[in-house]
């Protein structure tokens, strides 16, 4: 079992920057890849980034090029630090662990359904 804790959700203008973080316990070896995805008010719950446990990174592209997923050497935390932060940034972010094993060479993935614990989530608000 795996327990994800969030924190660092916050209310920000428009053009600012945040980092998230989730501090991850439990079977720490049975974790090959960590998430961060977040949720809208009626939306489906979508990916952002991803890393797996030799670093390789994965990000979709509405984030790519202003967005950092990073972990500490312990593994028991990961980062997500977002900046230029858009209006349409404004979501429930939440921590995810995967059970599947890491591919070296392979970027991992930033499905829903390849996570497998999940954490309750950190709420970005983005004003204009």
């Known amino acids: 079992q795996v327990t994800l804790v969030e924190s660092g959700g916050d209310s920000v203008q428009s053009g600012g920057s945040l980092r998230l973080t989730c501090q991850v316990s439990?079977?720490?070896?049975?974790?090959?890849?960590w998430g961060w995805f977040r949720q809208s008010p009626g939306e489906e719950r979508e990916g952002v980034a991803a890393i797996d446990y030799n670093g390789e990174t994965t990000y979709e592209d509405f984030v790519k090029g202003r967005c950092t997923i990073s972990q500490s050497a312990a593994k028991d935390t990961v980062y997500l630090q977002i900046d230029n932060l858009k209006p349409g940034d404004t979501a429930m972010y939440y921590c995810?662990?995967?059970?599947?094993?890491?591919?070296?060479?392979?970027?991992?993935?930033?499905?829903?359904?390849?996570?497998?614990?999940w954490g309750q989530g950190t709420q970005v608000t983005v004003s204009s």
């Open positions: 439990g079977k720490l070896d049975s974790v090959g890849y």
């Open positions: 995810a662990a995967s059970s599947l094993a890491s591919m070296p060479g392979i970027n991992p993935p930033v499905l829903v359904s390849d996570f497998h614990f």
